[in-house]
């Protein structure tokens, strides 16, 4: 399926963490990984290797003021990583997990959500996007409930 775009934070969000500047402006800790697969950029949408450094900050993946406009802790590399840009491909990071899906319309406001193996997430990435009040979805890992992406038609 080549329908969706997986969108991660965005270049300026994980530059701003590694010089200490989040919105909120909230404490930014500094994480070693001790376990593989275990701790999640969402700028690479790699998972980091043991041994590797990363940032946990604050963050909201929402653009307007709403009611579930919530934010929510992430993990960014603490030096610099590509940013994912691989249009209808689906990142091993969201394969190995269990994801909750959350479709919202134009004003932000869920419409639609559901649980999927990550191995099996196109099938309902398709049904969500295919209803014409979806206008994005979000993937979050189940278990902990974090933020892992947003995903969106391919335009």
């Known amino acids: 399926m080549s329908s969706f775009r997986i969108i991660p934070l965005s270049e300026a969000a994980a530059s701003s ?41 604050p963050h909201s993946p929402f653009e307007q003021v709403g009611p579930y406009a919530e934010v929510g802790p992430i993990f960014v590399h603490a ?15 969201l394969r190995r997990r269990l994801l909750a899906l959350r ?9 639609a959500a559901d649980v999927v193996d990550g191995r099996e997430l196109e099938t309902l990435l398709s049904k969500l996007l295919a209803r014409p009040e979806v206008e994005f979805v979000h993937a979050r890992f189940a278990r902990p409930g974090c933020f892992a992406c947003r995903i969106e038609r391919a335009t």
């Open 17 to 57: 963490a590694r010089a200490g500047q989040t919105e909120p402006a909230q404490a930014v800790d500094s994480v070693i990984a001790d376990e593989a697969h275990a701790f999640p950029c969402r700028h690479c949408l790699t998972d980091a290797a043991p041994g590797e450094k990363l940032l946990l900050l």
């Open 103 to 111: 479709g919202y319309d134009a004003r932000e406001r869920m419409v």
């Open 79 to 93: 030096d610099a990583c590509p940013r994912w840009e691989r249009p209808g491909e689906i990142p091993d990071q």
